[in-house]
T-cell receptor, first 114, second 107 residues
């Protein structure tokens, strides 16, 4: 059964550094999402992406964040200058068609900012 | 603002006991609600959604618009049900999650 994959599983970085988190959504899916979960808190929506552009973003998704689908398979989240409070699990999700369908989640990337 | 509330962080039961994981929501309009589950070291996966009215792994959830609730129930818990359970609703195309309830089922 096809699955969403994410790399790396764990990323450690120094404050102020740029990080790129990678996701490979399920191949025939059209809508892509990033969520994050700070330890002990709820899973929060960051951004949704469709047809090569952002369709919605949260207040968390400020100018330090960007998303890209550089080719037909990868979907990336870039944090330009990481802060301590960016430490969290980052989940990628995708759905096929219809935004109210089941979202399929990746296993997550744990980002630790030192 | 739309929100989802799961009042219990932890629910512990013995195998064979009934389980009810509570979820309340606030939403203006017709909500669409889901339960996602995360087993240890695994990814979030959909357990059930209210529009399908299915029973998955013995779990059911009924949307009660009067009480704005979507509680998850199972009559007889199994050890393999131990996991984190998240209630969520759809707003436009994003999921809004509750804080989750950890279910522990003891043998």
């Amino acid at each position: 059964e096809p699955e969403v994959t994410q790399t790396p599983s764990h990323q450690v970085t120094q404050m102020g550094q740029e990080v790129i988190l990678r996701c490979v959504p399920i191949s025939n899916h059209l809508y892509f999402y990033w969520y994050r979960q700070i330890l002990g808190q709820k899973v929060e929506f960051l951004v949704s992406f469709y047809n090569n552009e952002i369709s919605e973003k949260s207040e968390i998704f400020d100018d330090q964040f960007s998303v890209e689908r550089p080719d037909g398979s990868n979907f990336t989240l870039k944090i330009r200058s990481t802060k301590l409070e960016d430490s969290a699990m980052y989940f990628c999700a995708s759905i096929t068609t219809g935004t109210r369908n089941e979202q399929f989640f990746g296993p997550g990337t744990r980002l630790t900012v030192l | 603002a739309q929100r989802v509330t799961q009042p219990e962080k932890l629910l512990s039961v013995f195998k064979g006991a009934p389980v009810e994981l509570k979820c309340n929501y606030s939403y203006s309009g017709s909500p669409e609600l889901f339960w996602y589950v995360q087993y240890s070291r695994q990814r979030l996966q959909l357990l059930l959604r209210h529009i399908s009215r299915e029973s998955i792994k013995g779990f059911t959830a009924d949307l009660n618009k009067g009480e704005t609730s979507f509680h998850l129930k199972k009559p007889f818990a199994q050890e393999e049900d131990s996991a984190m359970y998240y209630c969520a609703l759809i707003e436009t195309d994003k999921l809004i999650f509750g804080t989750g309830t950890r279910l522990q089922v003891f043998p």
